[in-house]
């Protein structure tokens, strides 16, 4: 039996639900904390999605507030 599927939580989670988390903390310029308990997800997981997309965004225009 491998440990590291013991040592990992397994939680899946979306690329929609990602996206979301994400935009919560860059759209909304809410506080990576706030957003991780309020959505039940661990601060260093959101704080690495946030990483990701904005390296993958760097220097484009920020999504609009409304569409």
Known sequence: MSTQHV??????????FRDEAVKMVVVESRPIAEVAREIQVNEGTLGTWVSRYRQEHAGEEPPPEHQ
């Open 7 to 16: 040592a990992q939580k397994g939680r899946k989670f979306s690329p929609e």
